[in-house]
């Protein structure tokens, strides 16, 4: 099994960056996807960005062009590089790896085809 311990929200204004951290630890994840989740007050757990086996990337319409997802299998890390950030940007953002996705053309954006996750860390964007 993965365990995944996210790292690197906090409080930032709004047009600044953050860059958010996922360690990985167990088994190696390299022919899994992974990807960001997030979740606002209030609201359901919402798909941010995801990254496959082999790079390929897929992103929500609402981060496109703002946040860059990036793996390194060498160091079992993700990371999720996110600039521009506005007020609507606030939730807690969530690591997440799908383990049954190596032979599909690209990561599943549906939170369900996720098995291992981590628990999360709080991003905050005041106007």
């Known amino acids: 099994q993965v365990q995944l311990v996210e790292s690197g929200g906090g409080l930032v204004q709004a047009g600044g960056s953050l860059r958010l951290s996922c360690a990985a630890s167990?088994?190696?994840?390299?022919?899994?996807?992974l990807g960001w989740f997030r979740q606002a007050p209030g609201k359901e757990r919402e798909f941010v960005a995801a990254?496959?086996?082999?790079?390929?990337?897929y992103y929500d319409d609402s981060v496109k062009g703002r946040f860059t997802i990036s793996r390194d299998n060498g160091k079992k890390m993700v990371y999720l590089q996110m600039n521009s950030l506005k007020p609507e940007d606030t939730a807690v953002y969530y690591c997440?790896?799908?383990?049954?996705?190596?032979?599909?053309?690209?990561?599943?954006?549906?939170?369900?085809?996720?098995?291992?996750w981590g628990q999360g860390t709080q991003v905050t964007v005041s106007s």
């Open positions: 167990g088994r190696t994840f390299s022919r899994d996807s």
């Open positions: 990254i496959n086996w082999s790079g390929r990337t």
């Open positions: 997440a790896g799908d383990s049954n996705n190596y032979y599909s053309g690209g990561p599943s954006t549906v939170k369900e085809s996720y098995d291992y």
